[in-house]
């Protein structure tokens, strides 16, 4: 992460062997994931400003991946769910909660972005896995 005076802050997440960053809030909150070498799977957290950490799962999860987040601190993206190995999209508000969704006629649903307004943007495969592009109104 780089600021402003170009300065670059490089971390990892404790228990991480990888750590990936993907999204970046105008504040300097920045969302990601990466592989937890105590549970043995794919974590989504978020970094906050201050620079403190907070891990998190989405429900009935094998690896949740965190990849984008808004002014708002809202995140999404996706996760694999245990009991399908599917991908699910889902929202993680400022404040912890997460919604998970997948739209209608979706075999596996993988949002990419979420603008401050809550839309999220991404794309789904259908049962014939054809891709198609979708916006989750807020």
Sequence with gaps: MRDPYD?????QIPNASNTYVSGISYYGAVAGYYFDTTTHTNRGFVRYEH??????????SAGTFAT???????????FADASTSAPRGFMRDGYGVITVFDP???RATLATGIN?????????YDASFTPHGFVRQP
Excluded: C, H, W
């Design 7 to 11: 300065v670059i802050t490089v971390f």
């Design 116 to 124: 401050d307004q809550g839309a999220i943007t991404g794309y789904l």
């Design 51 to 60: 620079g403190g950490f907070k891990v998190f799962d989405a429900p009935r």
């Design 104 to 106: 209608e006629g979706s």
């Design 68 to 78: 984008s987040i808004n002014n708002l601190g809202v995140m999404t993206r996706y």
